[in-house]
């Protein structure tokens, strides 16, 4: 039986994170998706293993990013990972699992200017939503396969 961790700390937390580190998003297809990302974030990924796709290998090893790519954001690092076997698949938030991923951005300014960026690209998007209890403005966007991208700007003070 594995123990909950109420069991398992006497009370001491079990880790002290200081951060979120990484998000890594499966994908159905790595090509669509890198270019989906790369356009959206105005950066190529600073490692991109998709070369090692040739070895059916490489989707196995962690070593080489499973043969996808990693953005960097800041301090924090996205990554995505080629999942084969998930072609004709798609994101769902209502199964166990990520709901949504929310960018943080500076602005209202920041918001507008990506809606319009994204609607010049024929990108559909929501319009941007104020969520004044949490202090907060959204823009979402679904990726190529459905995960729902938040940009999120804090509401002026």
């Known amino acids: 039986m594995t123990a909950t961790p109420s069991e398992a700390t ?8 200081t951060g979120l580190h990484h998000v890594r998003l499966s994908v159905s297809d790595i090509g669509r998706s890198r270019a989906f990302y790369t356009r959206l974030l105005g950066a190529e990924p600073a490692i991109d293993k998709t070369s090692e796709l040739s070895d059916a290998g ?11 790519v990693v953005f960097e954001l800041g301090d924090q ?17 209502t199964r ?4 949504h991923l929310s960018l943080a951005v500076s602005s209202r300014a920041d ?17 941007v939503i104020e969520l004044a209890e949490q202090g907060l403005q959204i823009l979402s966007v679904q990726d190529p396969d459905d995960i729902n991208l938040e940009l999120t700007a804090p509401l002026p003070s």
Do not use: N, T
């Open 58 to 68: 490489a989707v196995e090893d962690p070593q080489r990013l499973y043969g996808g």
């Open 111 to 127: 918001l507008d200017a990506a809606a319009e960026r994204l609607s010049a690209a024929g990108v559909e998007h929501g319009g």
């Open 10 to 17: 006497s009370g001491q937390p079990i880790a002290s994170p």
């Open 77 to 93: 690092v996205l990554g995505l990972r080629p999942v084969p076997s998930a072609a004709g698949d798609r994101f769902s938030p």
């Open 96 to 99: 166990v699992g990520l709901d």
